[in-house]
Every structure is written in structure tokens, then in C-alpha cells.
């Protein structure tokens, strides 16, 4: 499977898809690179042109054209040469923001040229994102800018995957190179939402078990988990560029929201990363003050929600996990998303008392255990060598409701 992958400043595509490109050399196989932005700067400094990274999107909008025609001309003529049995991923953004305008970073006649197989999206947390841009263009970009940025950036690549009929993936930077390498390289591998009560875990045993399910379930799908895109936590392996520039702060960021970290894990709308993501600033400030926004919390909340519904829009199956008697009206929206969409729900009821019916009406079937989840799987023929009954690779499937288990 080929490849156009785009993923906003900050969203860390580029170290994303090197380590998917390590991934596979690990494994056997050979995935070939190109990085748009990359031989751009390349060609320039070929040619003698004083092109700098955080000068770019001041260029006179012509020469920035030729620059990236000339970056796309010489990617199409080595993907061109390349054996079939070689695929190949292009990185670039979909779009640029800068100066508060929207600038197209993807050329229609090249994507007509190139023919990608899928399109895929890296994102991660805003918090994260914003942590990641420390060079000084970025010192005043506000919060609700990149939010804004962040859904723009989705939009334009599933707007452009749409137009060629080919599927679109938004992939959290959390879930790991293993995702879309084998989204490239196990195309018969089903993919699956996993759903559950992110806000009613409570207790290590529990994201325990979780953890132990979620990796049992990658063994049969590809999983896609809402948990890896985390708004309300931060980076600790990246350098952090909040405005203020101060060392003690940055330490401070990360340390206060050290514990909202990781896939899984609950995120709170108060301490540290509220505030950082009111994202006030003093008047002392060298850029001047700016009042806290809290439009920022309203826009992260329409967010996950949009989001979520776009991993189940795009995975075939979805599976939920529910160890609690409490209902969750995430999960039950999730359900039903699924199932008007002619998707397949399976859900695990951990709880001994029965679930409700306002639970089992969206399940295709549901079962008491892990144990008979993952029986019902290998049966059935759901699975990374089998696939899953009716489909054809990574296309949805629409599925059958039956009675419960």
C-alpha cells in the first residue's frame, strides 16, 4: 500500500513515520520515505537559495510553488522507478497556517500523478502539540489557533481522499509505528474502535486489565484507540516551547501534568493543564497580555467527540469494554454511531449483574469474558490472517445484527 501521510507543525509526523520506516526494516520489509518539506529545503540550498525554515511561508507565494512542484516532480519521478512490490510513503502537510491565513500544502494534479492507496493523518494532543513548537515563529500561536489548524489539517486530507475515492486514517501519535505499518503491509487485517468508560476507570488494577485486553485485541485487529490522542497531557520526551520561556516553568508544565499522561489514562479539566490550555499570558509578557480563552475547553470537548466518531467512521468493527455497572454516555453514543453506520459492535460485560438494555440493543453480540470474545474471533474468522467475513481489506463493512449472547 502507498501512502500520502500529512500531519500539522508540531504533531510529530515526520519521527512518526521514520519509526514506522524502521519498523519495517525490522521486520523484512522495505518502506521508502520521501518528506516533502525535506527536499524542498534540499533543492534549494542545491541551487543556492538562502531558504530558512523560519523564514519559508514569506516567500513570494510563485517561488514557494516552483519550490515545492520541483519537490514533487523529482518524488513522482523516484516513485515512478520504484518495483511494484515497494511501497512507498509521502509526508507533507495538507496545510500551513501562518500569519491567520489557511495556505494549501498538497497540489491536486500531484495527487492525480501519484494515486495514493490511502491517506493517513498523524495528530496528537493539543498540549502536545504546542509543546513541541519551540523555534520562534510559533512564540505568540495561541492555543485556539492550533486547535482550529489541527481540524483543518484532517479536513483538507479527508476532503482530498474523498475526491479520489480512497480511505483516510487519522492516527494518534501514541498509538505507535506498528499501526500503520500494518495498515500498509497486513491490508487483510481487520481494524477495530476500541470503546470503553475512560471517565469511570478508576484504580491501577483496572487500566491493568485494560492494557492486558487492548494488547490481546491487537493480536486479531488493528485497534484504534480514542485514549491516544490526550488533550490534556504533554510530551515528557519533547523539549517544551511554551511562550514564557522560562526554565522553571517549563519544568513546572511538565511536571503538573505528568500524571494525566498516557494512552488510557483520565484526563481532568482542572490543575496545570487547564490552565495551559486557557492559555492566558501576563502583561509582562514581551508580546503583551492576553485574557484567559475559555472557548479553548469548549473546543477541545466538540473535538473529541468529532474525532472519536471519525476512528469509528474508519475502523470496521467495534469493540467495546465495560468492567462497570455505570453507564457511560460516551460509550452508549459510540454503540449506536456504530451500529446506524452498519458496523459490527462486539462488546465484553464484565460486570455479574446484567447489562441493560439500553446497552445490548447496539451490540451485534456481547459476551461475559475476554475469554469468549476472542473464541467468538477465532470461529468466526475475524482475524489477522483471515480478515473479516464479507470484507475485502481495509474496506467497512456493514454487518448483521443478531440476538446477544
Not at 90 to 101: C, E, G, L, P
Not at 131 to 157: F, K
Not at 198 to 220: C, I, S, V, W, Y
Not at 322 to 346: F, N, Q, W
Request: charge should be negative; aromatic fraction near 10%; proline fraction near 5%.
Amino acid at each position: 500500500m502507498n501512502v500520502l501521510c500529512t500531519g500539522m507543525s508540531g504533531s510529530g509526523r515526520t519521527s512518526y513515520v521514520n519509526a514506522v520506516r524502521r519498523h519495517a526494516e525490522a521486520h523484512g520489509r522495505r518502506l521508502h520515505v520521501f518528506d516533502v518539506r525535506e527536499i524542498m529545503f534540499h533543492l534549494a540550498h542545491e541551487r543556492g537559495d538562502d531558504l530558512q525554515e523560519e523564514t519559508v511561508l514569506d516567500v513570494f507565494p510563485t517561488a514557494l510553488g516552483a519550490y515545492r512542484a520541483a519537490a514533487m516532480e523529482r518524488i513522482l519521478a523516484a516513485v515512478r522507478d520504484l518495483p511494484a512490490d515497494e511501497p512507498w510513503l509521502i509526508v507533507t502537510h495538507a496545510t500551513f497556517s501562518w500569519n491567520y491565513s489557511v495556505v494549501p500544502g498538497l497540489d491536486v494534479y500531484y495527487l492525480t500523478q501519484l494515486q495514493p492507496d490511502a491517506y493517513v493523518t498523524i495528530t496528537d494532543g493539543i498540549l502536545a502539540i504546542r509543546q513541541r513548537l519551540t523555534e520562534e515563529r510559533w512564540r505568540t500561536v495561541t492555543i485556539n489557533n492550533l486547535l482550529w489548524w489541527r481540524d483543518v489539517e484532517r479536513s483538507a486530507t479527508e476532503m482530498m481522499a474523498a475526491w479520489q475515492r480512497k480511505p483516510h486514517f487519522l492516527i494518534g501519535r501514541k498509538q505507535g509505528p506498528d499501526t500503520l505499518f500494518r495498515l500498509m503491509f497486513e491490508p487483510r487485517t481487520p481494524t477495530a474502535y476500541l470503546s470503553y468508560p475512560m471517565t469511570h476507570f478508576e484504580g491501577a488494577d483496572l487500566f491493568t486489565k485494560l492494557e492486558n485486553f487492548r494488547q490481546e485485541l491487537r493480536e486479531h485487529v488493528v485497534v484504534f484507540d480514542p485514549a491516544a490522542v490526550d488533550d490534556y497531557s504533554m510530551d515528557r520526551d519533547a523539549a517544551i516551547g511554551f511562550s514564557d520561556g522560562s526554565a522553571t516553568a517549563r519544568s513546572a508544565a511538565a511536571d503538573a501534568t505528568e500524571s494525566l499522561q498516557g494512552v488510557g489514562g483520565t484526563s481532568h479539566k482542572t490543575g496545570r493543564a487547564r490552565d495551559l490550555l486557557l492559555d492566558a499570558r501576563e502583561d509582562g509578557d514581551a508580546d503583551g497580555g492576553r485574557p484567559v480563552n475559555p472557548e479553548n475547553l469548549t473546543h477541545v470537548d466538540g473535538q473529541i467527540v468529532d474525532r472519536d466518531y471519525k476512528l469509528i467512521d474508519q475502523s470496521q468493527i467495534v469493540v467495546v469494554y465495560y468492567p462497570t455497572t455505570t453507564l457511560s454516555a460516551g460509550v452508549i453514543c459510540e454503540m449506536k454511531d456504530a451500529i446506524h453506520r452498519g458496523k459490527r459492535v462486539y462488546a465484553v460485560w464484565l460486570p455479574s449483574s446484567p447489562p441493560s438494555p439500553f446497552f445490548t440493543r447496539y451490540c451485534t453480540r456481547w459476551f461475559r469474558d475476554e475469554r469468549h470474545l476472542f473464541e467468538y474471533f477465532r470461529t468466526n474468522g475475524i482475524g489477522t490472517d483471515t480478515g473479516l467475513p464479507g470484507t475485502q481489506d481495509v474496506q467497512s463493512v456493514i454487518g448483521d445484527q443478531s440476538p446477544a449472547d
